[in-house]
């Protein structure tokens, strides 16, 4: 058979593969970015959250008189507007703090720190803290390869960058020692806790099961650190990643909780959490806790003003003088408060959200808990899927350290054996997966499924695709995301093979025609529902603001100003809607 007639052959397989038409759609397509999802079905659905989300926001952050009395609601134009120091903005930072706290199961008396700046600012936070070149016998494990060794380089800069860091603190400090610092010989690898003693670690990073590889840590591995944690609790520190950890821990409850109790834990907010992008939270044990006290005696670097932990007892000495956790930027659960406030401006807008996200969670799915079982279920849902399509396989081939949050697949497809030809059907079946669509040859064109946005696996990680599917995943999403997945890799795989069929001088028909339907929609009716949207827009603002308003001659003054605008808007509204045939 020669190589055309081997595309043809292919070419027809994939179109008998997807006769039937597309699979059922996922529930939304934000499978690349975690919780950050909001969970609706549709865009009507996400524009109704976000007036929950107002209502919300009003019945629970009050206006209050000198003495306490309940004035009127707080709205999120006033959040968003406000500062980010006093009331309310104490209130919406403790809130978040003590929900975060208790959701996760996080023991009273760790503390929980918060800042700016992501899940690596969260690492760079417990290594500056934590880390000390002055201390000889400090050892340092970090469960990834050695940056710049064969077996690090194919993870590119990401994967380096971790134990980059740490070195660069060694290499760049004055007493600092490079050779303190051990690596593993593969990502995610812990040694046994005789090992570890042994090789007289006293901190360990464990940052090679994070969300880009799909990993996590198998019930020895997981074992084996709380093994050597116990052996010494004082000067034996575990700092993990949490970003793809929790709500997805696979180890039982007991275990879970040993790890949530025993170890440091970092994450950026808009993974697990399910919160806005662009900060992190960490949490310390109470021997961590002094570990940074005594560090910050005899500081090794410079740490950057919206990174400290420790702030100075005394505020007219921020050099000399003795610096206490006490004052760092921690809730302590143990009295309910935070102990000092967030270095630098945060949103308060982002931090009410982000509660408001997790509160939802928990309503609409459960505890924590129940979140870890159903990640634990969807990866099993995975593996019974990839286990009946042989056209995939999973990049993480121990069952034991395949993560619960996160999947990586990548497609075996004996019909392809030009790596560049695979790396074109990958890249044109996610923009099907998407909502870009795909072109034919012949100008024929297929609509965007827009089931699976952003499923990139990051550059050398073994895998085609990456999906969030951690327990915020409802269990009927897994098969659906699946068998797009393969039924896009076939319809990609077809346009790819025509593509090269035209340059050889083989033309194939697609037999589609130009579908597209990207252009803004015109007409009469799309101007009259542009119309009828902008005059219930109005109306929405006009009442919002109204029923928001409880002081009498201000809510008088805004229906003074507004009430024949409103009208006038809801006469038109009704109007435009009998007109399109949508009045009931």
């Given at each position: 058979?020669?190589?055309?007639?081997?595309?043809?052959?292919?070419?027809?397989?994939?179109?008998?593969a997807?006769?039937?038409g597309?699979?059922?759609?996922?529930?939304?397509?934000?499978?690349?970015v975690g919780?950050?999802t909001?969970?609706?079905?549709?865009?009507?659905?996400?524009?109704?959250?976000?007036?929950?989300f107002?209502?919300?926001?009003?019945?629970?952050?009050r206006?209050?008189?000198?003495r306490?009395?309940?004035?009127a609601?707080?709205?999120t134009?006033e959040?968003g507007?406000?500062?980010h120091?006093?009331y309310?903005?104490?209130?919406?930072?403790i809130d978040?703090?003590?929900?975060?706290?208790?959701?996760?199961?996080?023991p009273?008396?760790?503390?929980?720190?918060?800042g700016?700046?992501?899940?690596?600012?969260?690492?760079?936070v417990?290594?500056?803290?934590?880390?000390?070149?002055?201390?000889?016998?400090q050892?340092v494990?970090?469960?990834?390869?050695?940056?710049e060794?064969d077996?690090?380089?194919?993870?590119?800069?990401?994967r380096?960058?971790w134990?980059a860091q740490i070195i660069?603190m060694?290499?760049?400090?004055r007493h600092?020692?490079?050779?303190?610092?051990?690596f593993?010989?593969?990502?995610?690898?812990?040694p046994?806790?005789?090992?570890?003693t042994?090789?007289?670690?006293?901190?360990?990073f464990?940052?090679?099961?994070e969300?880009?590889?799909?990993s996590?840590?198998?019930?020895s591995?997981?074992g084996n650190?709380?093994?050597?944690?116990d052996?010494n609790?004082?000067e034996?520190?575990?700092?993990?990643?949490a970003?793809?950890m929790?709500?997805?821990?696979p180890?039982g409850?007991?275990?879970?909780?040993?790890?949530?109790?025993?170890?440091?834990?970092?994450?950026?907010?808009?993974?697990?959490?399910?919160?806005?992008?662009g900060?992190?939270?960490?949490?310390?044990?109470?021997?961590?806790?002094?570990?940074i006290e005594?560090?910050?005696r005899?500081p090794?670097?410079?740490?950057?003003?919206?990174?400290?932990?420790?702030?100075p007892?005394?505020?007219?000495?921020p050099?000399?003088?003795e610096?206490?956790v006490?004052?760092g930027?921690?809730?302590?659960?143990?009295?309910?408060k935070?102990l000092?406030?967030?270095i630098?401006?945060?949103?308060?807008?982002?931090?009410a959200?982000?509660?408001?996200?997790?509160l939802?969670?928990e309503?609409?799915i459960g505890?924590?808990e129940?979140?870890?079982q159903?990640?634990?279920?969807?990866?099993?849902?995975?593996?019974?899927w990839v286990a009946r399509n042989?056209?995939?396989?999973?990049g993480?081939?121990?069952?034991?350290?395949r993560?619960?949050a996160?999947?990586?697949?990548?497609?075996?497809?004996?019909?392809?054996?030009?790596?560049?030809?695979?790396?074109?059907?990958?890249?044109?079946?996610?923009?099907?997966?998407?909502?870009?669509?795909?072109t034919?040859?012949?100008?024929?064109?297929e609509?965007g499924?827009?089931?699976?946005?952003y499923v990139?696996a990051?550059?050398?990680?073994?895998?085609?695709?990456?999906?969030?599917?951690?327990?915020?995943?409802?269990?009927?999403?897994?098969p659906?995301?699946?068998?797009?997945?393969?039924?896009?890799?076939?319809r990609?795989?077809?346009?790819?093979?025509?593509?090269?069929?035209?340059?050889?001088?083989?033309?194939m028909?697609?037999?589609?025609?130009d579908?597209?339907?990207?252009?803004?929609?015109?007409?009469?009716?799309?101007a009259k529902?542009?119309?009828?949207?902008?005059?219930?827009?109005t109306?929405?603002?006009i009442?919002?603001?109204?029923?928001a308003?409880t002081?009498?001659?201000?809510?008088a003054?805004l229906i003074d100003?507004?009430?024949?605008?409103?009208?006038?808007?809801g006469?038109?509204?009704?109007?435009?809607?009998?007109?399109l045939?949508?009045?009931?």
């Amino acid at each position: 058979m020669t190589q055309i007639e081997q595309l043809k052959r292919a070419r027809d397989l994939s179109i008998e593969a997807t006769r039937s038409g597309p699979p059922r759609r996922t529930s939304n397509p934000f499978f690349g970015v975690g919780p950050i999802t909001d969970g609706v079905l549709d865009e009507a659905e996400a524009r109704l959250r976000r007036f929950e989300f107002e209502h919300w926001i009003e019945s629970n952050y009050r206006k209050r008189d000198d003495r306490g009395a309940d004035i009127a609601p707080f709205t999120t134009a006033e959040i968003g507007r406000s500062m980010h120091r006093g009331y309310p903005a104490d209130k919406f930072l403790i809130d978040m703090m003590r929900d975060i706290h208790r959701y996760f199961g996080f023991p009273k008396s760790n503390r929980m720190a918060v800042g700016l700046g992501g899940g690596h600012s969260g690492f760079t936070v417990c290594a500056m803290h934590l880390l000390s070149a002055d201390d000889p016998s400090q050892q340092v494990f970090i469960d990834t390869p050695a940056p710049e060794t064969d077996a690090a380089r194919t993870g590119g800069f990401f994967r380096q960058s971790w134990g980059a860091q740490i070195i660069e603190m060694m290499r760049h400090s004055r007493h600092g020692d490079e050779t303190r610092v051990h690596f593993a010989g593969e990502e995610g690898a812990v040694p046994d806790a005789d090992t570890l003693t042994r090789m007289g670690i006293k901190l360990f990073f464990g940052v090679g099961h994070e969300t880009t590889g799909a990993s996590t840590y198998s019930d020895s591995d997981i074992g084996n650190l709380l093994m050597w944690i116990d052996r010494n609790p004082v000067e034996h520190h575990a700092v993990l990643d949490a970003t793809s950890m929790l709500g997805a821990m696979p180890w039982g409850e007991r275990t879970a909780r040993a790890v949530m109790a025993k170890c440091c834990l970092f994450t950026p907010f808009q993974k697990a959490i399910g919160g806005i992008s662009g900060y992190y939270v960490a949490s310390f044990t109470p021997q961590a806790l002094d570990r940074i006290e005594r560090n910050q005696r005899q500081p090794s670097w410079p740490i950057p003003r919206q990174l400290k932990l420790a702030v100075p007892i005394d505020a007219r000495r921020p050099l000399s003088g003795e610096r206490s956790v006490a004052l760092g930027p921690f809730y302590d659960a143990q009295v309910d408060k935070m102990l000092g406030g967030v270095i630098n401006t945060y949103s308060t807008l982002a931090f009410a959200e982000t509660r408001f996200g997790l509160l939802r969670a928990e309503r609409d799915i459960g505890g924590v808990e129940t979140m870890n079982q159903r990640a634990i279920g969807n990866r099993a849902a995975v593996d019974e899927w990839v286990a009946r399509n042989p056209l995939f396989e999973l990049g993480v081939r121990d069952p034991q350290r395949r993560g619960a949050a996160v999947t990586l697949l990548r497609v075996n497809d004996p019909a392809i054996d030009d790596r560049a030809m695979h790396e074109r059907i990958i890249a044109r079946s996610k923009q099907l997966l998407g909502y870009e669509g795909l072109t034919h040859a012949d100008g024929g064109y297929e609509p965007g499924l827009d089931v699976a946005r952003y499923v990139n696996a990051f550059p050398g990680t073994p895998g085609d695709y990456r999906a969030w599917i951690g327990g915020i995943r409802p269990p009927e999403d897994i098969p659906a995301l699946l068998e797009n997945l393969k039924y896009a890799y076939h319809r990609a795989r077809i346009v790819v093979i025509e593509e090269d069929l035209a340059r050889a001088g083989e033309n194939m028909v697609s037999g589609l025609g130009d579908m597209r339907s990207t252009a803004p929609a015109s007409g009469p009716d799309a101007a009259k529902l542009d119309k009828a949207r902008s005059s219930a827009e109005t109306m929405a603002a006009i009442l919002g603001a109204i029923a928001a308003t409880t002081d009498p001659d201000r809510r008088a003054e805004l229906i003074d100003r507004h009430a024949g605008e409103l009208a006038r808007a809801g006469g038109e509204c009704a109007r435009l809607l009998s007109q399109l045939g949508w009045a009931g």
